[in-house]
């Protein structure tokens, strides 16, 4: 990641683009907006002092976000103890309906308190904060795969009602913005209603999120390539569950990227 540094000492964390006339006019909006409302670093809390280019955290902040550095499972992308090892536990034992993917950090303390601010705690503008990470870490292995569309993980209704967002979706959006790839978020649904995952035994599990998903064709036509988005990749299960009803839908590759992956069990 590339930092901006402002000249007289701000160290927001900036993307480094050229800027075009919106985003200027929005950089007046936050530089009003930060003086009314001082926003803070979502990691250390602490004021972020005058906005620029939408950085939204300390770059000594972002430094202390874990990245899932190699050795990496080569399908799941989880973190490998040993080098001599291809796949995790988990892959090495277990097909699964997706191609391959990553996730950007490994899902700990500070990951985790930083996505539950986004989802919880009313922080949805850290969504351009965390696609643009996306874009910078991951975005030649995106260019690579070529999806023809990158659809987010969803939501339930209800879900979808009580938080009032998709938090993969905002992600998905503005992370195709970046990449001029199209997002589409009608391409699956979540048809039943999960029963909280914590109340079941693992079998149940399994079973609860496999009814879960089932993917719209009408939205998947001439797509071959996916790439799913999602905030965090534990099991893998949903990622699974996801792929396998793409694959039934469209016969489409799929490929994943979450913002955090958790350690291979
Ligand atoms: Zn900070
Ligand atoms: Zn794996």
């Not at 090495?92 to 391959?100: A, G, I, K, L, Q």
Request: charged share 25%.
């Amino acid at each position: 990641m590339q930092y901006n540094e402002r000249p007289g000492g701000s160290d927001r964390y900036v993307p480094q683009k050229q800027q075009n006339f919106s985003e200027k006019i929005l950089d007046k909006f936050y530089m009003l907006s930060d003086i009314l409302y001082p926003p803070v670093c979502p990691v250390c809390k602490r004021p972020l002092l005058f906005r620029q280019g939408g950085g939204l955290i300390h770059p000594s902040c972002y430094a202390r976000l874990h990245k899932a550095v190699p050795p990496l499972c080569m399908k799941c992308g989880k973190p490998l103890k040993d080098a001599r090892q291809e796949y995790c536990y988990d892959c090495s034992r277990h097909r699964h309906s997706f191609e391959s993917g990553h996730g950007l950090w490994v899902y700990d303390k500070i990951s985790s308190e930083i996505v539950f601010l986004y989802k919880y705690g009313g922080k949805r503008e850290l969504s351009v904060f965390f696609a643009s990470a996306l874009a910078q870490e991951y975005g030649a292995w995106i260019r690579q795969i070529h999806p023809d569309i990158l659809v987010p993980v969803p939501l339930s209704r209800e879900k979808m009602r009580s938080r009032g967002f998709n938090q993969a979706e905002l992600i998905a959006r503005r992370l195709g913005d970046e990449m001029g790839i199209e997002c589409e978020s009608r391409a699956l649904v979540r048809v039943k209603s999960t029963i909280p995952q914590k109340s079941l035994d693992p079998g149940k599990r399994q079973e609860n999120i496999r009814k879960a998903f089932s993917a719209d064709p009408a939205y998947l036509k001439g797509v071959k390539r996916v790439l799913l988005i999602d905030d965090i990749y534990t099991t893998g299960a949903t990622i699974q569950y996801c792929s396998r009803a793409l694959r039934a839908a469209a016969g489409a590759r799929v490929w994943f990227l979450t913002l955090c992956i958790g350690a291979p069990f």
